[in-house]
C-alpha cells in the first residue's frame, strides 16, 4: 500500500543541522514470522548525511528505529533480527580523523543490538584496522561476529586464529525458528599479511561447514557476508547447501558493491544487498517457515524485501510513531555521543568553500562538473615531487580513490576523509617512454571494474572482461541518489534511488524520481610538464601506490620491461592522496 508521507521540519531532526524537509511517497513493509533490518557499507557514516534530507537519520535514529521495530514483531509474536555485512570504517570522518583512527566510531556503534555481523575488506587493509576488529569489534559484539574465511595472526599469541567463531547455530525468541547462520567475506586478496582470506571455494569443502549443512534440525540457513549478492562466491555456497539440503530455505545478505540489489537463487533462497554509507536500512520478511513446533507452509516461504531509505520520516512512517513515540533514551543519548564526538573530532571545521558541486558519476567524463576532470585539470598538477622538478611527469589516479561528491559550499574535515579516506601515497618510475606511460593507462582503461568495486582476482595476467564484471547491469542502475531537493509545491518525487533487481522495482520503500549515471573510467591522468603544448620524449610515471599491482602487469602488457619492486620509488614522501586533496582546497577554494 502507498501513502504520503509529510516529512516534518528539520528542527525536529535529530541533528541540528539536519536538512530541509521533504516529502515522499512510501510503501509499506510487509512483516513475517522472522524480520531484518540490515546495514552494509556503512563506512564511518554513523552520523548519517548532514547535507542530504534523504539519508539524514543518524545511528541513534537506528538505534531506536530497530528497537521499535523488534517491539512491534514481538507484539505479534514474530521475530526480528539486525544484519551487519562489513565495511564499517573507512571513509567519513567520524573514523578516520581520529587519532587512532575509529576510536570515537566504535564507541558508538556497539550500541546497537546487532544480532549477527561479519568483516568486509576495508576491516583488512591494514593491520591496526584488523586487530581492532578482532580485540574490540568482535568482543563488543562477543557471539555475534562470525568469520567463516577469515584467520588472523593474534597480536599477543603471534598465532594465525579464526578472526571470530567460523558458525553459529540458534533459535529465535519467538518463533523458534532454528537457524546456521554463516559470515564470509569474498575472495579478497588485498589483505594486509597478518590476516588470511580463504577462498570461499576451498571453504565451504572444509568439514566444519560440510557438518554444518548436514544439520538436520535446521530451518533456516542465513548467510550474511561482504559478499555481492550476485557474485560466483554465493552462487558457489547457495550450490553447496542445496547438493545437502534441497528444501531449506536459504536467506542471503550481502555488500561489498554499494548498490541495492536482491538475488532469488531458486524458490527458497534469496539475497538481499542493502546499499552504501547509511543511506539504506535493508528490510526483508521471510513467512512460512518450519519452526522446532511446526512444519514448513505447503505453499512454501514468502520472501519480501524492501530498500528504507536513512530518514525520520521513513522510520516514523514504518512503526506508526512520530517524533514524541518514536525515539528511544538509548537511541537519543547516542544521537548525543555522535554529536559530541564530531565536535571533539571539529568535523564541521570548514577548510574551504566548493564553488559548485563536483560529481562523480552524475555527469558524463570529461566535464566542468566531473570530479575527475577536476582532479585532472587541477588537483593533480600540485604532484610534484622536488627532487625531480625538471622532469615531466604523467600521474595516474585510480577513480575508485575518490568515494563521494563534492557539494557546492563548505569543504569540511569530514568532506576531506568523505571524499577519499585513504592514506596511500605517490610512487614513481623514472624514464618511461611518454607513449608507453599513455598506453599502460589505456590499457588499465579496457579492463572491468578493477580499481574501482572489486579486487578479487589473483590472477597475474589482466583479467578478462567477463571475469570480474559482477553483474554490471546492476552497479550502473541502482546508484544512488544524491536526493536533491524538488520545490515544495506538492507531492513532487525527490531524484533518488529507483531499484530495479530480481524482484521487480517495487523494492524502495521511497518512490524517487531517477538520476542518470554515467560510467567513469578506471584510471585518470594528468601530464605534469614545464612544457604543457609539447610531448615529452619520456616521463616519471607517477601513480598512487594502491595500484601498483594493476599497473605493472598493464607495463607488461606495454612491453615496458620494468620490475616495478626493484625500481619504483617513493613520489613526494609522505604525500597522501587524502592530504593532496585537502591542500589544494586550503589553497585554491576561498569562503
Ligand atoms: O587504499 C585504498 C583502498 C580502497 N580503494 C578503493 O576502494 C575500493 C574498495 O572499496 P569497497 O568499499 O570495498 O567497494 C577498491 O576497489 C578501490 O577502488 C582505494 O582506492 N584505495
Ligand atoms: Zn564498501
Ligand atoms: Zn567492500
Request: hydrophobic share 35%.
Amino acid at each position: 500500500m502507498l501513502s504520503l508521507l509529510w516529512l516534518l521540519p528539520s528542527a525536529l531532526a535529530a541533528q541540528p543541522s539536519a536538512p530541509d524537509p521533504i516529502s515522499a511517497p512510501l510503501r509499506d513493509l510487509d512483516f513475517g514470522q522472522l524480520n531484518f533490518l540490515h546495514t552494509t557499507d556503512t563506512h564511518g557514516w554513523l552520523a548519517g548525511h548532514l547535507q542530504e534530507p534523504s539519508y539524514s537519520a543518524d545511528w541513534g535514529d537506528y538505534i531506536s528505529f530497530a528497537t521499535r521495530m523488534r517491539e512491534k514483531a514481538e507484539s505479534q509474536g514474530q521475530d526480528l533480527l539486525v544484519i551487519d555485512t562489513g565495511d564499517r570504517v573507512e571513509g567519513n570522518g567520524l573514523y578516520d580523523s581520529s587519532e587512532p583512527k575509529g576510536v570515537y566510531l566504535s564507541d558508538i556503534l556497539r550500541h546497537q543490538h546487532i544480532d549477527l555481523l561479519t568483516s568486509g575488506n576495508h576491516e583488512l587493509y591494514k593491520q591496526n584496522t584488523s586487530e581492532a576488529e578482532l580485540l574490540v569489534t568482535a568482543p563488543n559484539f562477543r557471539g555475534n561476529y562470525l568469520a567463516s574465511n577469515i584467520d588472523i595472526i593474534h597480536p599477543s599469541t603471534k598465532e594465525l586464529v579464526p578472526l571470530a567463531p567460523r558458525f553459529k547455530k540458534f533459535t529465535t525468541k519467538n518463533q523458534g525458528i532454528r537457524i546456521v547462520a554463516f559470515g564470509f567475506l569474498f575472495d579478497f586478496t588485498g589483505n594486509y599479511n597478518n590476516t588470511v582470506v580463504h577462498k570461499v571455494s576451498s571453504t565451504i569443502k572444509e568439514d566444519w561447514f560440510q557438518e554444518a549443512i548436514r544439520d538436520k534440525e535446521v530451518d533456516l540457513f542465513l548467510v550474511i557476508g561482504h559478499v555481492p549478492v550476485h557474485s560466483p562466491e554465493y552462487r558457489a555456497i547457495f550450490k553447496e547447501i542445496r547438493s545437502i539440503r534441497w528444501d531449506t530455505p536459504i536467506q542471503f545478505f550481502g555488500g561489498h558493491q554499494h548498490v541495492r540489489d536482491y538475488a532469488q537463487y531458486d524458490s527458497k533462497s534469496f539475497g538481499l544487498a542493502s546499499g552504501r554509507f547509511m543511506e539504506t536500512v535493508g528490510f526483508m520478511s521471510i513467512d512460512g517457515l518450519a519452526s522446532k513446533t511446526s512444519h514448513q507452509s505447503a505453499a512454501g516461504p514468502v520472501f519480501k524485501r524492501r530498500y528504507i531509505d536513512n530518514n525520520l520520516f521513513s522510520y516514523y512512517h514504518h512503526t506508526e510513531l512520530d517524533q514524541d513515540t518514536f525515539p528511544t533514551e538509548k537511541g537519543l543519548n547516542v544521537s548525543r555521543l555522535i554529536a559530541k564526538a564530531r565536535a571533539d573530532l571539529r568535523l564541521d571545521q570548514i577548510h574551504g568553500c566548493a564553488p559548485h558541486d563536483l560529481w562523480m558519476s552524475r555527469v558524463q567524463y570529461p566535464d566542468p562538473s566531473s570530479i575527475y576532470t577536476w582532479l585532472e585539470t587541477q588537483v593533480l598538477h600540485d604532484v610534484k615531487d622536488e627532487s625531480r622538478v625538471d622532469t615531466p611527469a604523467l600521474v595516474i589516479v585510480n577513480t575508485g580513490a575518490i568515494r563521494f561528491d563534492i557539494f557546492q559550499g563548505p569543504f569540511t574535515q569530514d568532506s576531506t576523509f568523505i571524499v577519499s579516506p585513504f592514506t596511500s601515497g605517490f610512487r614513481y618510475v623514472k624514464d618511461v617512454p611518454y607513449e608507453k606511460a599513455r598506453l599502460i593507462v589505456d590499457i588499465l582503461n579496457h579492463q572491468p571494474q578493477i580499481l574501482s568495486t572489486d579486487e578479487s582476482s589473483s590472477s597475474t595476467t589482466l583479467a578478462p572482461l567477463e571475469q570480474l564484471a559482477y553483474k554490471e547491469d546492476v552497479i550502473v542502475q541502482n546508484r544512488p541518489s544524491f536526493a536533491e531537493q524538488i520545490p515544495m509545491s506538492g507531492p513532487a518525487l525527490v531524484p533518488g534511488y529507483t531499484t530495479k533487481d530480481d524482484a521487480g522495482t517495487d523494492g524502495d520503500d521511497t518512490i524517487h524520481s531517477p538520476i542518470t549515471f554515467y560510467r567513469v573510467p578506471n584510471c585518470i591522468r594528468a601530464l605534469i610538464s614545464a612544457n604543457a603544448s609539447e610531448a615529452p620524449e619520456t616521463v616519471d610515471l607517477v601513480y598512487i601506490d594502491f595500484i601498483e599491482k594493476y599497473v605493472a602487469m598493464a607495463a607488461k602488457f606495454a612491453s615496458l620491461n620494468v620490475d616495478f619492486a626493484k625500481e619504483s620509488d617513493v613520489y613526494m614522501p609522505h604525500l597522501s592522496f587524502t592530504n593532496l586533496i585537502l591542500d589544494w582546497v586550503k589553497k585554491h577554494w576561498k569562503c
